[in-house]
């Protein structure tokens, strides 16, 4: 919900939910709406979105896209999302590409690793072919997270190098950077992990990005932790539960009990 605001949001749901005005509401924007429509605690109008994006639809494509939110809510098999996938790939390459993206979610979940790399694959050829990039965005997240549950750093690091290159906006560099700050911490590389996890908090702190501050600085306290230095991680901790505070955001619960834990090592 980040793109729209929440009253805009609500706005939208509003108008879908009483039919008053709803025909200017297109199928994309409707499809949209159910993300919120969960975030907003709105699952009740699930349905009604997904009816109303149906009736507004003016071409195949579109249907598709209806037709894959609803395989979604129905929890289809995975086979019948590959046969469906396939049979878009010709006409409609980012809708198949979507839903070979999905296949490869659920199979991951399943931890059948190689047909998940296989699927995440797939849709990633039809978005370079389609040239999305915010698609091949999602696709090289996938690949990398594929490649680090196979133990694979090199690839997982080539992946995410290649979305770092491929960023257009300080959020999404951020993200890339701290991914592959991880993966440097995980190989050994730590002096090296330490400097991008510190750019990506920088890159946080001057968006106000909260969450990703939090990402960063609990990876710079683990950097810490490692090196045996829980006073720094307690600083990190600290900082963040503070600025948290301050915008009057929920504390999470691991990280109230990690700064407990560390009080008590620290002294």
Request: proline share 2%; hydrophobic share 45%; no cysteine.
């Amino acid at each position: 919900m980040s793109e729209i605001s929440r009253e805009f949001a609500e706005e939208i749901l509003q108008i879908i939910e009483h039919q008053q005005g709803s025909n200017v509401i297109d199928t994309a924007l409707a499809l949209r709406m159910i993300d919120v429509a969960v975030q907003l605690g709105r699952e009740d109008l699930i349905d009604k979105i997904i009816s109303h994006a149906s009736k507004v639809a003016t071409d195949d494509e579109e249907r598709g896209w209806v037709l894959f939110e609803k395989m979604k809510r129905d929890e289809s098999t995975i086979d019948t999302f590959v046969t469906f996938a396939i049979e878009q790939e010709t006409k409609h390459p980012k809708l198949a590409a979507a839903v070979f993206h999905h296949a490869a979610l659920v199979y991951l979940g399943l931890e059948a690793l190689d047909d998940a790399k296989i699927m995440a694959n797939r849709s990633m050829r039809l978005r370079e072919q389609s040239k999305d990039e915010n698609g091949i965005s999602f696709g090289l997240s996938l690949l990398s997270h594929i490649a680090k549950q196979q133990e694979d750093w090199d690839t997982a690091e080539l992946f995410s190098q290649r979305k770092l290159n491929l960023a257009q906006s300080d959020a999404d560099r951020m993200e890339a950077i701290q991914d592959i700050a991880h993966i440097k911490a995980t190989i050994g590389e730590l002096e090296m992990a330490m400097e991008m996890m510190q750019e990506s908090l920088e890159i946080a702190e001057e968006i106000g990005d909260l969450d990703g501050i939090l990402v960063s600085r609990w990876g710079l306290a683990d950097l810490a932790e490692i090196s045996n230095q829980p006073d720094e991680a307690m600083v990190q901790l600290s900082a963040v539960m503070t600025q948290m505070m301050e915008s009057n955001i929920p504390v999470p619960t691991p990280l109230k009990e990690r700064i407990s834990k560390l009080t008590e090592v620290v002294g």
